[in-house]
């Protein structure tokens, strides 16, 4: 009798715990689509913590227009090329005229002539979202290395698909669905994922990883995701903006898990280029709510 009652407590327990998990997930996907709901837009969302394993996704698979969020990508095949010696830190730009591209950056402000080195390029290219230095960086490592290594990554959805401004273009670039996407494609369950691998040490190297993730974490935009974050809730993430489309993907380091999300909204009516521009501001909000939704 004793054995009886005590497999039906556990039972009872187990039945309970898996109960709960539905509810939660029900009740957080319930708070997304009230958000959502009046949004002049479209939405994508993935998002997992990282210490739990609890995710939610809208639409996570579909592929998005990356905006500037492909500088993510990037990065990695910088850092992956470094480690295998195929080019080094210290290599030389120089800047040059009528070569910059518009946009975010600082670099199309330095003289005809500056030069820089490819960590500095690669910083900036990430932390101010400087889009000179994306284009130096695809120039050195071309945009189909990167596709490369990310399909190495198990990564299918991403690809850099050309430089900013045009040029550079990539093998994948000819296949007339990718030019829907301007200078990326991606999807958000892969942005969380290459996030996921980087957070674990899993990307070129454990040390590789964890400066990849020290610039992420340097990053300046902070409209969305990062937005009235405190120094003890810290952010490592990279954001995009096109005219009607605003991206954002990163990492919160909440107390109660860390959170990784990768949030798209496009489609927008209204074209606006300000802190809070609807896209920001939704994703910001969404932001809130996932990560309250995936605590542990």
Aim: hydrophobic share 45%; aromatic share 6%.
């Amino acid at each position: 009798m004793r054995i009886a009652l005590t497999f039906a407590f556990l039972l009872f327990c187990g039945l309970g715990i898996s109960a709960q998990a539905p509810d939660r997930s029900a009740a957080l996907n319930e708070k997304i689509m009230a958000e959502i709901a009046d949004f002049k837009g479209k939405v994508w969302i993935y998002a997992k913590n990282l210490d739990t394993g609890a995710e939610y996704g809208l639409r996570a698979d579909e592929q998005v227009r990356t905006a500037s969020t492909i500088k993510l990508p990037i990065m990695v095949e910088v850092f992956r090329q470094v480690a295998e010696g195929k080019i080094a830190w210290t290599d030389e730009f120089t800047i040059e005229a009528g070569k910059t591209a518009g946009g975010s950056g600082i670099l199309r402000e330095f003289s005809p002539g500056s030069k820089i080195d490819l960590k500095t390029a690669t910083v900036l290219m990430i932390v101010l979202s400087d889009n000179t230095a994306t284009n130096l960086v695809l120039d050195h490592i071309s945009s189909n290395s990167v596709n490369d290594f990310m399909a190495k990554l198990g990564l299918n959805d991403t690809l850099s698909l050309r430089k900013i401004g045009g040029g550079g273009d990539a093998k994948a670039w000819d296949e007339p669905l990718n030019k829907l996407f301007g200078i990326g494609r991606s999807s958000p369950k892969d942005m969380v994922r290459l996030l996921e691998m980087l957070e674990r040490g899993e990307v070129v190297s454990k040390e590789a990883s964890a400066e990849m993730i020290a610039i992420l974490r340097r990053q300046q935009y902070k409209d969305g995701i990062g937005r009235n974050s405190l120094d003890t809730v810290p952010v490592a993430s990279k954001s995009g903006s096109l005219d009607r489309l605003r991206s954002d993907v990163g990492i919160v380091y909440t107390r109660r898990g860390r959170i990784a999300m990768a949030i798209t909204v496009d489609d927008m009516p209204v074209v606006q280029y300000i802190m809070d521009d609807m896209g920001n501001a939704m994703i910001w909000r969404l932001s809130q709510i996932l990560q309250e939704g995936l605590a542990r």
